[in-house]
């Protein structure tokens, strides 16, 4: 890969900002000052350096992110914000959230460049869980857990897969399902003559919503916690 596309994709600046600070000899290849903003580069072999700091480039990125309401699961909105807008400086390397959630939805969501894990865990042959933390107004009957159980009928005539619900206390309570039809919680609850308050998504797959992760904010994968999606998405 050419030095100057590498570092443009790891967020150092422009294509024409880290040309100059090539040609400025701010970046080292294996210990010699590189100055030729061309230069190729093996950028899983090579040791490079940017102004003393050790770079590592890593092709698959992974991130966890705590989605607030406003945002839309998108690589692109002509109207609102996108989920992508919080990722800081990976702009150029092909980022995508795995699956949506609802504008108005908070909570896990996993961004990622690696499509082939995507396609995986969003299969529904895979059966993925997805578990949602819930508010909602109507009157819950215990029966509904059943039903719940049984698969809700729509009102479009389609019957989801199997789904738990665990009622926490009134009105609130943790729903997993393992599909993502277009806003299929709030009309499995609509069905059963309730109405979803508050969504929040706080597992997916093997990942949870880590407690000190607050809204807006990201970070990536642990080693473990990559090696358990990728596993899963086998």
Same mark, same amino acid.
């Given at each position: 890969?050419?030095? $100057?596309?590498?570092?443009? #994709?790891?967020?150092?600046?422009?294509?024409?900002?880290?040309?100059?600070?090539?040609?400025?000899?701010?970046?080292?290849?294996?210990? &010699?000052?590189?100055?030729?903003?061309?230069?190729?580069?093996?950028?899983?072999?090579? =040791?490079? @350096?940017?102004?003393?700091?050790? &770079?590592?480039?890593? #092709?698959?990125?992974?991130? &966890?992110?705590?989605?607030?309401?406003?945002?839309?699961?998108?690589?692109?909105?002509?109207?609102?914000?996108?989920?992508? $807008?919080?990722? =800081?400086?990976? =702009?150029?390397? /092909?980022?995508?959230?795995?699956?949506?959630?609802?504008?108005?939805? !908070?909570?896990?969501?996993?961004? !990622?460049?690696?499509?082939?894990?995507?396609?995986?865990?969003?299969?529904?042959?895979?059966?993925?869980?997805?578990?949602?933390?819930?508010?909602?107004?109507?009157?819950?009957?215990?029966?509904?857990?059943?039903?719940?159980? *049984? /698969?809700?009928?729509? $009102?479009?005539?389609?019957?989801?897969?199997?789904?738990?619900?665990?009622?926490? =206390?009134?009105?609130?309570?943790?729903? %997993?399902? @393992?599909?993502?039809?277009? #806003? @299929?919680? +709030?009309?499995?609850? *609509?069905?059963?003559?309730?109405?979803?308050?508050?969504?929040?998504?706080?597992?997916?797959?093997?990942?949870?919503?880590?407690?000190?992760?607050?809204?807006? @904010?990201?970070?990536?994968? %642990?080693?473990?916690? +990559?090696?358990?999606?990728?596993?899963?998405?086998?």
């Amino acid at each position: 890969m050419r030095l $100057d596309k590498m570092l443009a #994709h790891l967020g150092y600046g422009s294509r024409k900002e880290v040309k100059e600070f090539i040609r400025k000899g701010y970046v080292l290849v294996n210990g &010699i000052r590189i100055k030729d903003d061309d230069y190729k580069v093996d950028e899983t072999m090579d =040791e490079i @350096q940017f102004l003393e700091q050790q &770079i590592h480039y890593e #092709h698959l990125l992974y991130f &966890i992110l705590n989605k607030p309401a406003g945002y839309v699961s998108a690589t692109y909105d002509a109207y609102d914000p996108i989920v992508l $807008d919080l990722i =800081e400086g990976h =702009e150029k390397r /092909g980022l995508f959230p795995v699956g949506r959630l609802d504008k108005d939805t !908070t909570g896990l969501l996993l961004i !990622t460049n690696d499509g082939n894990l995507a396609h995986q865990l969003l299969s529904p042959s895979k059966h993925v869980d997805k578990a949602y933390e819930v508010t909602f107004s109507g009157e819950y009957q215990t029966s509904f857990a059943v039903k719940f159980k *049984e /698969g809700i009928l729509l $009102d479009d005539g389609y019957k989801c897969l199997p789904a738990s619900f665990k009622l926490l =206390e009134s009105h609130h309570g943790i729903i %997993t399902i @393992q599909e993502g039809k277009y #806003h @299929q919680v +709030k009309r499995m609850f *609509e069905a059963l003559g309730m109405n979803v308050l508050t969504l929040k998504r706080v597992s997916f797959g093997c990942l949870t919503l880590p407690d000190d992760l607050k809204e807006g @904010q990201y970070r990536s994968l %642990t080693e473990q916690e +990559k090696n358990k999606l990728i596993t899963k998405g086998e």
